[in-house]
């Protein structure tokens, strides 16, 4: 199968691309002139033409700014929105005036159900508060066109995506290989998590899989409190993890981000990969992290 992919230059979009088999061919969707096996559109200018899908059977769409690079001013979260918001309903808009529909397996994150506590979370659950979750929220409603108009419509809701070369693992990694490393905050907040490897092969799981639909935790079968991550974490590099970051100082260094990046807890369970038997490459989290290093 032929398979679009968006954002194929990040952290996911390039381990699809690497883990695709021979029988999926991939197709960059460009911002600069396209080449060979690459399409080009402008999200800014909301310019995709519909013809650009012909031959493809699904979309894997990841492009969005970045959400842990930098302060969430006032300018970055306007950009966080709208390059999620708006890209995908461009996206979504030219599979509905396609003449085949290709699938839209769209990503989305967890940050959709916002800060929980204890409450187990499943696809059927509600939508949360904060900034995050109306992101989510709108970024999920953008895809609404391509539903409408008949296509397969995925919305993969990340969790914690463990990779030494990007994300929140990535950022822990330099200090506590420092010893300095330690729980964040009361570290009895829920982080789930799910391997790079994992997260790559959801996706295309989904677009391969015609018995998929609708919103999909990307996560592991288990979450796991920030306390037990940090002492994992510190085990498989032998350091000590003695020195905890207080929330008021993640709150000083990082902003808003800290609050719903962080310390909020969102306890989230895959019931729809596991309703459709996805077998996980890294199913423990100590296996996961080794992967990554």
Request: hydrophobic share 45%; aromatic share 6%; with cysteine.
């Amino acid at each position: 199968m032929r398979v679009l992919i968006s954002g194929a230059s990040g952290l996911v979009g390039t381990r699809i691309a690497e883990l695709a088999g021979p029988d999926v061919e991939i197709v960059r969707l460009v911002r600069r002139p396209a080449g060979e096996g690459e399409v080009q559109w402008d999200p800014a200018a909301g310019t995709l033409d519909s013809q650009a899908l012909d031959g493809i059977d699904a979309v894997i769409h990841l492009a969005g700014e970045n959400i842990g690079e930098g302060r969430w001013t006032a300018a970055k979260k306007k950009r966080i929105l709208d390059s999620r918001v708006n890209g995908t309903r461009l996206m979504a808009d030219a599979i509905a005036k396609s003449d085949h529909k290709p699938a839209l397996v769209s990503a989305s994150a967890i940050g959709f159900y916002g800060d929980r506590g204890e409450e187990e979370l499943t696809e059927e659950s509600t939508a949360g508060k904060g900034f995050l979750a109306d992101v989510c929220q709108q970024w999920e409603a953008a895809t609404a066109p391509a539903e409408a108009a008949g296509a397969r419509v995925v919305r993969v809701r990340l969790g914690i995506v463990l990779s030494s070369k990007g994300g929140a693992l990535a950022s822990m990694l330099f200090p506590f290989r420092m010893g300095v490393g330690g729980r964040m905050g009361s570290g009895q907040q829920f982080w789930s998590w799910i391997s790079l490897d994992d997260a790559a092969s959801i996706f295309l799981y989904a677009a391969q899989n015609e018995d998929v639909a609708g919103p999909v935790n990307a996560v592991s079968e288990s979450p796991i409190r920030n306390i037990d991550f940090t002492v994992t974490l510190g085990r498989i590099l032998r350091r000590p993890t003695l020195f905890p970051m207080p929330q008021f100082m993640a709150s000083i260094v990082l902003g808003e981000m800290s609050d719903a990046l962080i310390m909020s807890s969102a306890r989230v369970l895959p019931t729809a990969l596991n309703d459709c038997r996805y077998r996980y490459q890294h199913p423990d989290l100590e296996t996961a992290i080794r992967s990554a290093m």
